[in-house]
């Protein structure tokens, strides 16, 4: 059973018990989440796509931040040169159901 859920503007395919990064949620380590924007559920080859009476479950399990990207910026003879880096927030959730 698995199921294409939006996360924060993501799509993304889970099944329980995965984990999985997505952008930053609110709430605390161990907090209970839940998803009801569910485009597909498939379960066994049965398939529902659409329906707004599933959901999915999901706990909280950490707070990181990924990897940092270095943004550098240079016009050649010009003497300008611009360093600039950025550190994405990420929420590490653990999926506990589809319902």
């Known amino acids: 059973m698995f199921a294409i859920v939006n996360i924060a503007g993501q799509q993304f395919k889970v099944k329980q018990n995965?984990?999985?990064f997505v952008h930053r949620l609110s709430g605390n380590a161990g907090d209970k989440v839940e998803f009801s924007n569910v485009l597909m559920v498939s379960n066994d080859g049965n398939?529902?796509?659409?329906?707004?009476?599933?959901?999915?479950?999901a706990e909280i399990v950490d707070?990181?931040?990924g990897d940092k990207v270095i943004v550098f910026?240079?016009?050649r003879r010009k003497g300008y040169q611009k360093m600039n880096g950025h550190r994405q927030s990420f929420t590490k959730i653990k999926i506990n159901g589809i319902a």
């Open 18 to 20: 995965d984990e999985l």
């Open 47 to 57: 398939m529902s796509v659409g329906s707004s009476s599933n959901k999915v479950q």
């Open 63 to 65: 707070h990181l931040k």
């Open 73 to 75: 910026k240079k016009k």
